[in-house]
């Protein structure tokens, strides 16, 4: 299950062969599906680059078949084309494609090296090894010598299913997905291989998915008749660093609490006096069972006293996000101690001092198996922060967020983020969608920020993210 209609799914490479097999089994022929996609790409190329000079790279796979059709399409548009191709078809779709393409085909090793632009149909999720050295140094060779170039469904080299590079890859100007995103399309280090991406409908309806692409979430304005606790209270914890827990505080507050309550804290300097204050001696703070989430960990200290603090807080099993020094402290036996409703915000490093020492666990693969694999065996809703930030529940349910801006990487900004975790869970009351409503709110306040921003900075701008979504 989606959280929302907009969050379209991201494939493996079987579960995109199952997709289409559907399809076809449904009575659309392979070759129907060929065309479509080939002919939807075309399009995008004239759309980008009108009547330049074009070469069309064709693999031996269905992913050459494409390049056929893309090759004939440009043809009709009038766009100069030539083809190289690098073994005859084997599938006999691409067969088809070619015969109705019917033009010349050059070798892949002896067609000039400069054209305006060029198309990689090589090999797409059929790629079951990297190119042979010199396969892809010609692909590189020929992207490079090129003003504009498009890699067709994925670009040459990239495995599908963990978008590591298994050769050399060039860099592409654009990558066309065709039907459904791939894992690839979201993941580094293959994300990197293009300046953007696109994804082409050939009429593949969403299967059944468990990893979904983070979207703009829909927000609700509170109800008419809403108060300060009905839209939800948040309560943090501070420990030695208050100026993390302040931060966090604030972001919760913007992001949509009703009230935060901001519990240990000496020193109030430079706090919204809209954020109430109290004491970690005045119990009812903490029992008080109004709270809808408690924060713990900006800040906290890693010390005995923040140990102490944490089990005080967990006491009273309110949902709870664990960040920073929080997930440092958090060991196997205060992991069984996790309340329902929990999420977990560790970046990659505080993610393997976790996952690490819990046993039988087995942490690899991408950050999507990671996420997953620590959330199913957490109980938890895990955020594993990074340049792709993935969001994976306890249900085997994940989304990813591809495309935050890298300014992000700076000091207090995973603050921020516990902070609007802890609102939207206080206000949802779903850990998954509001781990995922943060995420996206997070990226939204970077990209309105702007270059070289403070985490202080995008709490103004947490407002205007919120009013994207409403
Ligand atoms: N998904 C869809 O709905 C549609 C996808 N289409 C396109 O088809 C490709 C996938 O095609 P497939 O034939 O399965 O695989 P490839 O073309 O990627 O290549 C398979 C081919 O290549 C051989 N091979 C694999 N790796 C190497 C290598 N390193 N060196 C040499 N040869 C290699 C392998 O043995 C096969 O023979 C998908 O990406 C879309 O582009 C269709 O158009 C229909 C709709
Ligand atoms: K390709």
């Not at 990689?120 to 790629?127: N, R």
């Not at 807080?313 to 920073?324: C, K, N, R, T, Y």
């Not at 930030?389 to 591809?402: E, H, I, K, Q, Y």
């Not at 869970?425 to 921003?453: Q, Y």
């Amino acid at each position: 299950m989606p959280i929302s209609d907009r969050n379209a799914p991201v494939l493996t490479a079987a579960e995109m062969r199952a997709a289409e097999a559907a399809v076809i089994a449904g009575g659309v022929p392979e070759y129907a599906l060929m065309q479509r996609a080939g002919k939807a790409a075309a399009e995008i190329i004239w759309r980008a680059g009108a009547k330049r000079e074009t070469l069309v790279l064709c693999g031996p796979g269905n992913n050459g078949g494409d390049g056929y059709v893309i090759a004939k399409a440009l043809r009709d548009y009038g766009v100069p084309v030539k083809v190289a191709a690098l073994a005859d078809p084997v599938t006999e779709s691409a067969r088809q494609a070619r015969a109705e393409w019917g033009g010349a085909v050059e070798g892949f090793f002896h067609v000039e090296t400069h054209f305006a632009q060029v198309v990689d149909a090589l090999f797409g999720t059929g790629l079951t090894r990297g190119l042979e050295g010199e396969v892809a140094a010609r692909l590189v060779q020929l992207v490079e010598a090129s003003e504009r170039s498009y890699a067709i469904d994925i670009p040459s080299g990239i495995s599908t299913d963990d978008g590591m590079p298994l050769s050399a890859v060039p860099h592409f100007d654009l990558c066309i997905a065709l039907g459904q995103w791939k894992r690839a399309h979201m993941l580094r280090p293959a994300t990197g291989h293009w300046r953007r991406k696109h994804l082409c409908d050939i009429g593949i309806p969403a299967p059944d998915a468990t990893l979904f692409r983070l979207e703009r979430p829909r927000l609700s304005p509170p109800a008419d008749d809403a108060h300060k606790y009905t839209r939800g209270l948040v309560a943090a914890v501070a420990g030695e660093m208050p100026g993390a827990s302040a931060l966090a505080a604030e972001a919760a507050a913007r992001g949509g609490a009703g009230y935060v309550r901001l519990i240990g804290v000496q020193s109030v300097n430079r706090t919204s006096h809209a954020i109430v204050r109290a004491s970690m001696k005045n119990e009812a703070a903490l029992s008080d069972p109004r709270i809808r989430a408690l924060l713990i960990g900006p800040g906290l200290g890693r010390g005995e006293a923040g140990a102490e603090r944490l089990g005080q807080a967990l006491v009273h099993s309110h949902p709870v996000v664990l960040d920073a020094d929080a997930l440092w402290h958090l060991a196997e036996g205060a992991m069984a101690a996790l309340p329902e409703n929990a999420i977990l915000t560790p970046h990659a490093g505080e993610f393997a001092q976790i996952f690490a020492n819990l046993s039988g666990l087995d942490i690899s693969g991408t950050v999507i198996e990671l996420a997953v694999t620590a959330a199913q065996s957490s109980g938890a809703v895990v955020v594993l922060k990074g340049p792709t930030t993935v969001v994976a529940g306890p249900d085997g349910r994940a989304v990813v967020a591809d495309a935050a801006p890298s300014w992000l990487s700076t000091a207090g900004t995973g603050d921020v983020l516990a902070g609007l975790c802890a609102a939207r869970l206080a206000v949802t009351g779903d850990p998954f969608r509001a781990a995922a409503e943060a995420v996206w709110l997070h990226g939204e306040a970077a990209r309105l920020a702007g270059p070289a921003f403070l985490a202080d900075d995008l709490l103004p701008y947490i407002p205007a993210a919120i009013a994207a979504c409403l």
